[in-house]
């Protein structure tokens, strides 16, 4: 790691109070039907297997489940393709236009998503919505730090996830309630009307910005040479994967390990959403203050509530408790990885910035195949927990390693400084 972080240079637009908030409403929103579009699938995945793969459900429910898990797979594949490829032409056009753009893009594959009749259509339709998740909190970051000012730009980070957040708190609890009732389509027809009134608001709301002057594609990809920036991606595909082993199978825990009715599900939700929006707070006022204070405290807490979700898995209360600290400490490491990333990348802050949901959509899939492959294997619905569990140790194992790596060149580098000076004093004295 021979990069230094650079922090990018955050200029504050001249707007009345109103339209900025205006503004970063209408940017929240946008992240509110990504999380909605996202992780309602978790919730009603029961249901969409029974839809699209009923002769395997009624032959082999288990392997029916993990085989319909693919549809969160796909989705996060479309986001780990999307991200860098969609980053690299913020260099071709205004980030305010580009917005509008990637949410006109989410709108269209949400609709297909509730739209398409068989697994195989539903696979690329799911894929295609996740292309454009990564460009989008990517310049919905820059764009809110850029409206709120220097010094903000971990809240700015937060503020465009809060969308997100928000979305699990409510969104996904009542989508998944619809769903339920009146089927997961439905659901997603919702989810699409909302990126719908996105594209509307955001036209009407974000103020223009005109593309980059002097960048050039090279340039942003010079950004992947940068030994960092792959360590910290790796990081967050790795430590992060296992909540999302629990999240894909959020409902046949609730219901095959706690024994809760699937009435339960949209209120373990729920308790999910409001861990995640109030760790994305506490993260985004820490990332400010402590980047790396912030990983390093929030680490152990994660792996601590995941140990009390093994122990208390089996009880419909201790389950829907451990899911909200869990789903809390998550939440607070999210705002100071995007941070890091963005500092890394310098100039490519748009890349930067999508290259952290890329890196999360790859736990995303990573930890989806993996919870799907112990249930299929015959390991039960209370597996998941535990590779959770490993994949958060093993993150935490990074960041340490990483930041002692960070911490030892950063010492040779002063080692040097000093050294040079010491040589170029004794010089001048020489030469006096």
Request: charged share 10%.
């Amino acid at each position: 790691m021979t990069e230094s972080i650079a922090t990018p240079v955050v200029q504050k637009p001249e707007i009345s109070t109103a339209r900025r908030r205006y503004a970063l409403f209408a940017l929240a929103l946008g992240g509110f039907g990504i999380g909605s579009a996202e992780f309602v699938s978790m919730g009603l995945l029961p249901g969409i297997a029974q839809s699209l793969l009923p002769d395997t459900m009624a032959v082999d429910p288990e392997q029916g489940i993990a085989h319909a898990g693919l549809m969160i797979s796909a989705y996060a594949l479309g986001v780990v393709v999307g991200a860098p490829t969609l980053a690299l032409l913020a260099v071709t056009m205004s980030r305010s236009r580009m917005i509008v753009l990637m949410a006109g893009a989410l709108a269209l594959g949400t609709l297909l998503s509730a739209l398409m009749p068989t697994f195989e259509l539903g696979l690329l339709a799911r894929f295609v919505a996740g292309v454009p998740h990564g460009a989008y909190f990517g310049l919905a970051s820059l764009l809110a730090a850029s409206l709120m000012g220097p010094g903000n730009q971990g809240k700015g980070v937060a503020l465009a996830m809060s969308g997100l957040t928000v979305a699990n708190l409510a969104g996904v609890p009542v989508l998944t309630a619809i769903g339920q009732a009146a089927g997961w389509r439905v659901a997603y027809g919702i989810i699409a009307l909302i990126f719908g009134a996105t594209v509307i608001l955001l036209v009407r709301a974000v103020p223009r910005q005109e593309k980059p002057v002097g960048r050039r594609l090279i340039d942003e990809l010079r950004a992947f040479r940068r030994l960092q920036l792959w360590v910290v991606m790796g990081i967050a595909a790795i430590g992060f994967a296992g909540a999302f082993a629990v999240f894909s199978y959020i409902s046949d825990i609730a219901e095959n390990v706690a024994g809760a009715p699937a009435s339960f599900v949209p209120w373990l939700l729920a308790a999910a959403g409001l861990g995640m929006t109030i760790g994305n707070l506490l993260g985004g006022w820490a990332a400010d203050r402590s980047l790396f204070g912030t990983l390093l405290g929030t680490f152990p807490v994660y792996i601590g509530a995941l140990v009390a979700m093994v122990l208390s898995a089996h009880s419909p209360g201790g389950l829907i408790l451990t899911f909200f600290l869990v789903n809390l400490a998550n939440a607070v490491l999210i705002p100071p990885m995007q941070t890091w990333l963005i500092r890394i990348a310098g100039r490519s802050e748009v890349l930067g910035a999508s290259l952290n949901h890329a890196s999360f959509n790859v736990a995303n899939a990573l930890g989806a195949a993996l919870g799907g492959a112990v249930i299929a294997a015959g390991f039960g619905f209370e597996a998941p927990i535990l590779i959770a569990l490993a994949l958060s140790v093993l993150g935490m194992g990074m960041v340490a390693t990483a930041l002692a790596l960070l911490r030892i060149r950063s010492r040779r580098r002063l080692a040097q400084l000093e050294s040079a000076d010491i040589a170029l004093t004794s010089r001048q004295r020489t030469a006096a």
